[in-house]
C-alpha cells in the first residue's frame, strides 16, 4: 500500500510562483509512473503532468506546458511540480497519483494511488 500527501500549496498572487511536494510513505514509488492531477469547484478533475518511473520522460497538459515542472527524486520518494507565471485559472485542488508501472497515462482511473489534495489560490 502506497499513502501520499501532498503540501505546498496556498494563496498566490497572478504571475507568482510555487512548489508542490508529493512524499509517499508505505513503500517505494520508484518503480511508479507519478503525476499530478487538478480539481476546480464544479469541475472534472484534469490531467497536470506526469513523470515516468525513472524520470527520463515527463508530459504535460497544454494549459500548462511552459510554466509548470514536474520532476522526481526516487531517492526522497517524493515527486514535485514547480508552477510559475501562475493564472487565476490555475485555482484547483491538486492532487498527486501514483500508477503500477513505469509508464505515465493521462487518465485519472489508470491510477491506483492518491493524495488527500493541497488547495492552490490564484489571486488577480
Known amino acids: 500500500q502506497v499513502q501520499l500527501a501532498e503540501s505546498g500549496g496556498g494563496l498566490v498572487q497572478a504571475g507568482g510562483s510555487l512548489r508542490l511536494s508529493c512524499t509517499a510513505s508505505g513503500r517505494t514509488v520508484s518503480s511508479y509512473a507519478m503525476a499530478w492531477f487538478r480539481q476546480a469547484p464544479g469541475k472534472e478533475r484534469e490531467f497536470v503532468a506526469a513523470i515516468s518511473a525513472r524520470g527520463s520522460s515527463t508530459n504535460y497538459a497544454d494549459s500548462v506546458k511552459g510554466r509548470f515542472t514536474i520532476s522526481r527524486d526516487n531517492a526522497k520518494n517524493a515527486v514535485y511540480l514547480q508552477m510559475n507565471s501562475l493564472k487565476p485559472d490555475d485555482t484547483a485542488a491538486y492532487y498527486c497519483?501514483?500508477?503500477?508501472?513505469?509508464?505515465?497515462?493521462?487518465?485519472?482511473?489508470?491510477?491506483?494511488?492518491w493524495g488527500q489534495g493541497t488547495q492552490v489560490t490564484v489571486s488577480s
Open positions: 497519483a501514483a500508477k503500477g508501472g513505469s509508464i505515465y497515462n493521462r487518465r485519472s482511473d489508470l491510477y491506483d494511488y
